[in-house]
Antibody
Framework: QVQLVESGGGLVKPGGSLRLSCAAS????????MSWMRQAPGKGLEWVSY????????HYVDSVKGRFTISRDNAKNSLFLQMSSLRAEDTAVYYC???????????????WGQGTLVTVSS | DIQMTQSPSSLSASVGDRVTITCQAS??????LNWYQQKPGKAPNLLIY???DLETGVPSRFSGNGSGTDFTFTISSLQPEDIATYYC?????????FGQGTRLEIK
């Protein structure tokens, strides 16, 4: 069964940095686009970023552009999200998700991790 | 950004009822529209992709329809385990965007 396990969340002060990781198993990681989504406490879902199979194409929601960087290591079946200049509004559960799609449209998140909580507070 | 507007925001229905949720996109998303179910404390689960295709393993009481800007999600006969929040999501444009969610409760 496909498994995605996030780690790296925690409490960080405003302006600080954090690196999230997602360990993937039981599927050919390099065959899939991957994504980070987040959910603020009591709020809805928000897409944050996605990365292509070879890592050369990335996209971000405007609110994190220039502060977050998505990357992947296909040899280690791992996805990352480097977060810097963190703000209170970045407080959320962060999920990694596997994406399916075709052509220019990758957005079917068919497997999700359990999530890791990031809290930005002084 | 594409705005996804779900209606209603919350819904109370009885076991066995037919339940319908609508999702309207601010621009044409063709059929690049998914529906997810999220139970409290859990990650979302993909139910419908491509507006109307049922994800493998998902019960056939769930269905989706629509194209362009107007979409519907239907549960043909509500079961107690369907209590959850449901989200639509478009992926025709970046940024990928979600509806605000519909909280479904049992009456």
């Amino acid at each position: 069964q496909v498994q995605l396990v996030e780690s790296g969340g925690g409490l960080v002060k405003p302006g600080g940095s954090l690196r999230l990781s997602c360990a993937a198993s039981e599927f050919t990681f390099s065959d899939f686009y991957m994504s980070w989504m987040r959910q603020a406490p009591g709020k809805g879902l928000e897409w944050v970023s996605y990365i292509s199979r070879n890592g050369r194409t990335t996209h971000y929601v405007d609110s994190v552009k220039g502060r977050f960087t998505i990357s992947r290591d296909n040899a280690k079946n791992s996805l990352f999200l480097q977060m810097s200049s963190l703000r209170a509004e970045d407080t959320a559960v962060y999920y990694c998700a596997r994406l399916r799609g075709e052509g220019y449209n990758y957005g079917q998140a068919d497997f999700w991790g359990q999530g890791t909580l990031v809290t930005v507070s002084s | 950004d594409i705005q996804m507007t779900q209606s209603p925001s919350s819904l109370s229905a009885s076991v066995g009822d037919r339940v319908t949720i609508t999702c309207q996109a601010s621009q044409d998303v063709i059929n690049y529209l998914n529906w997810y179910q999220q139970k409290p404390g859990k990650a979302p689960n993909l139910l419908i992709y491509g507006a109307s295709d049922l994800e493998t393993g998902v019960p056939s009481r769930f269905s989706g329809n629509g194209s362009g800007t107007d979409f519907t999600f239907t549960i043909s006969s509500l079961q107690p385990e369907d209590i959850a929040t449901y989200y639509c999501q478009q992926y025709n444009y970046v940024p990928i965007t979600f509806g605000q969610g519909t909280r479904l409760e049992i009456k």
